[in-house]
């Protein structure tokens, strides 16, 4: 069964850093690109970020680029996201996804992990 | 990348047939055939129920049913049951690993 496990959110201040982890298992985590994806408060889904199986290709939305930087472990069977200059308007539930395959959209998610960024 | 247009709601009533649409134009929607849709309930995680237009992940029921025609996708829902009330997003592929969701539409069973 396809597992992924987010952490790492919680309350920061503006301008703060904060770095997300997501735990895979019960796939080839090394065979899939994965993807991170947003939802602020009662608004739609955002695309954040996606990365290639080797890491070879990297892609962020407008929004969040030069400030926030995904990354994987192959070996840990993990995907990491690292959040820096955080504003307001990053405040979201953070989704670990993966693809069916590159082209596709996310077939699984994660359960989320909450970001507030807020003084 | 905007976001994808979808209509803020429908409804229908139970064993009705409701469709949401999901414009976007040549560069996403019109140029991929990888148009997925998801459904959402209050704090879950969005779940798949079509992905590639028109292909029905196992475990999701018949009744859900996807098309695509130039930039405008489709999501139909047959047979309206009260728990098909949720929340549903449409995601393009939009090229370079790059992916754009949709707006969102609210369905109500009435």
């Known amino acids: 069964e396809v597992q992924l496990v987010e952490s790492g959110g919680g309350l920061v201040k503006p301008g703060g850093s904060l770095r997300l982890s997501c735990a895979a298992s019960?796939?080839?985590?090394?065979?899939?690109?994965m993807n991170w994806v947003r939802q602020a408060p009662g608004k739609g889904l955002e695309w954040v970020s996606s990365i290639s199986s080797s890491s070879s290709y990297i892609y962020y939305a407008d929004s969040v680029k030069g400030r926030f930087t995904i990354s994987r472990d192959n070996a840990k069977n993990s995907l990491y996201l690292q959040m820096n200059s955080l504003r307001a308007e990053d405040t979201a539930v953070y989704y670990c996804?993966?693809?069916?395959?590159?082209?596709?959209?996310?077939?699984?998610w994660g359960q989320g992990t909450l970001v507030t960024v807020s003084s | 990348q905007s976001a994808l247009t979808q209509p803020r709601s429908v409804s229908g009533s139970p064993g009705q047939s409701v469709t949401i649409s999901c414009t976007g134009t040549s560069s996403d929607v019109g140029g991929y055939n990888y148009v997925s849709w998801y459904q959402q309930h209050p704090g879950k995680a969005p779940k798949l129920m079509i992905y590639?237009?028109?292909k029905r992940p196992s475990g999701v029921p018949d009744r859900f049913s996807g098309s695509k025609s130039g930039n405008t996708a489709s999501l139909t829902i047959s047979g309206l049951q009260a728990e098909d009330e949720a929340d549903y997003y449409c995601?393009?592929?939009?090229?370079?690993?790059?992916?754009?969701f949709g707006t969102g539409t609210k369905v109500t069973v009435l």
């Open positions: 995601c393009s592929y939009a090229g370079s690993y790059r992916y754009v």
């Open positions: 996804a993966r693809t069916i395959s590159s082209t596709s959209c996310p077939n699984y």
């Open positions: 590639d237009v028109s």
């Open positions: 019960g796939f080839t985590f090394s065979s899939y690109s």
